[in-house]
């Protein structure tokens, strides 16, 4: 297959004689399979060159495919001047992560409401076809591809396609789960291990490498990867060749030929270059070579409102951290329960059978991992409850024992609870869809109805007592009017609520828990 950088910049273009040999324009790459399907893999300011070659150069009318990672401005802003749109009997087909509640073509549509350009999307010519992803495998014409999400504060789907014997995969933006991973002092686990899977055995790996391991710590969070962790994970999966892209707006030709030269030097047996704008790569067929990933799950699922999770469980003491998740929650419509130690969780998991619970570890007080084992020790999670602990630091090996599934370590932002949230809640509505959920019941699940709990896990009442001189430290008429609501639905109401009482209530609940 036949492979073309048009746009190697992250973040912002950044045009000028100090970016002029690796280029200023944002994240977007031409394939071409020998039987010439055609498919760009995002579409930012780089996405506006390769559309005057498309129309200059290409058969009409055209068929093409564009895989968006994420929405990210920095990977669509090509979109609105893409002009194989503009032309009528083209046909194109555009793929890309689905939200919670929005599609794909909803947001796509936001960059082009009328106070941001002049031509809505409902105006292109061409024949457009939106297809809503979530984890899992499609194909597109002769290649087959499979979609898993990345570490990003937005929800982002990396992309591996196989055609022609050879595989390629893309994933921008991308920041390693494991801080200490990003700084070379940990060992490949967990979450990290599944991505070093999804790009096992390429020929190509098109990798976001947006800093170095020096930079790294003043970028934590900020959801990008450092070249020398691309490098190490690139070795660990059997890769062959890795393009390193999504350069910093801040790093010139010369910082880029520095850091190129200073990866290659610990890079061996994988061939690593920095992509530039404009370069073409042949990825030829290596057979034997191609570690064929065998997906259950398909990544077009439509995971409708109707069908999605039923709930979320939060137990999260740390204010901070309580805060950015509440935020989280709000924007998406999520409510919120109590219980009052692990035996009263369990109790709630047990008959709400929550799609994902959120809970801190912070040992002594809390004790996260313990509260994991106690979950996948009952006989009902069978399915295997998504839970997320949140944390000052990822205790991998303990984690894996107890079946935790991811982390949210401490600080994070509200965008990243959000896109873990968001993360969670559709990989278990795809889960349950494609393997738990009878035909005839998917009419009958009730709709979106996410509850978060209070702030108390503990087995003990010291957690209590933290939390209760917490909030008299705040302003009391807030921390009676939580007690009395969290109290007033958790014990009285709950049984009773409608979908849309349960909804005010729990945006009542987590705002005065969000207060700090
Ligand atoms: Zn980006
Ligand atoms: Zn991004």
């Known amino acids: 297959m036949r492979i073309q950088f048009w ?18 324009n944002t994240s977007c790459i031409e394939l071409r399979s020998a039987r010439g399907t055609l498919v760009v893999i995002d579409c930012g300011t780089g996405g506006h060159s390769l559309a ?4 200059t150069d290409d058969a009409k009318p055209l068929r093409g495919n564009i895989l968006i990672s994420h929405t990210h401005w920095d990977h669509i802003q090509g979109i609105p ?44 010519g061409a024949k457009i076809r939106y297809h809503d992803l979530v984890e899992g495998a499609f194909a597109i014409d002769d290649i087959k591809l499979s979609a898993r999400y990345l570490n990003h504060p937005a929800l982002t789907l990396g992309y591996r396609l196989q055609v022609d014997g050879a595989t390629v995969v893309y994933a921008c ?22 991505h070093a899977e999804f790009i096992d055995g390429a020929d190509l790996l098109i990798h976001d490498a947006q800093y170095t391991a020096e930079e790294y710590p003043e970028k934590v969070g900020w959801g990008h990867s450092p070249a020398e962790y691309v490098v190490k994970l690139a070795q660990y999966a059997r890769v062959k060749r890795v393009a390193l892209t999504h350069h910093d707006p801040l790093r010139d030709d010369d910082a880029m030929e520095r850091l190129i030269a200073g990866v290659r030097q610990h890079s061996s047996p994988v061939d690593v270059f920095a992509a530039f704008e404009g370069q ?85 007080r809390t004790d996260g991992i313990g509260l994991c084992h106690a979950i996948r020790r009952q006989a009902w999670d069978e399915h295997g409850l998504a839970v997320v602990l949140v944390a000052e630091q990822q205790n991998e090996d303990a984690g894996v024992a107890a079946g935790v599934s991811d982390w949210l370590i401490k600080p994070f932002t509200a965008a990243h609870a959000r896109t873990t949230i968001r993360k969670w809640l559709l990989r278990t509505a795809s889960k349950s869809i494609k393997g738990a959920v009878p035909a005839d019941q998917e009419q009958r699940l009730p709709p979106l109805r996410v509850r978060h709990t209070a702030k108390s896990l503990g087995s003990d009442r010291s957690l209590q007592r933290v939390l209760q001189k917490r909030a008299d430290q705040r302003d009391p008429a807030i921390s009676s009017d939580k007690s009395a609501l969290l109290w007033m639905y958790g014990r009285e109401i709950a049984s009773f609520d409608t979908p849309t009482f349960s909804k005010k209530l729990g945006e009542i609940i987590a705002r005065a828990t969000s207060t700090p």
């Open 52 to 55: 005057q070659k498309l129309i």
């Open 173 to 194: 933006d991308h920041e390693p789960h494991a801080r200490m991973l990003a700084l070379g002092d940990a060992t490949i686990a967990g979450q990290d291990l599944r």
């Open 280 to 364: 073409v790569v042949e990825v030829a067929a290596c057979p034997g070579r191609v570690a064929s990933r065998c997906e259950e799950l398909q990544a077009e699922t439509p995971v409708e409102p109707a069908r999605a999770p039923r709930a979320v469980l939060l137990g999260v003491a740390d204010t901070r951290a309580s805060g950015a998740v509440s935020v989280a929650l709000r924007a998406e419509s999520i409510c919120t329960q109590a219980f009052l130690n692990i035996d009263d969780g369990l109790r709630a998991i047990a008959k709400d059978r929550p799609s994902l619970a959120i809970v801190d570890h912070d040992p002594p």
């Open 7 to 24: 746009g190697t910049r992250g973040s912002i273009a950044k045009p000028g004689p100090s970016t002029a040999r690796y280029g200023g």
């Open 81 to 124: 001047f893409f002009l194989p749109f503009f032309v009528c009997g083209n046909e194109w087909d555009i793929y890309g992560p689905k939200g919670v509640r929005e599609s794909l073509r909803e947001v796509l549509a936001g960059q082009m409401q009328y106070n941001y350009f002049p031509v809505t999307l409902d105006q292109c």
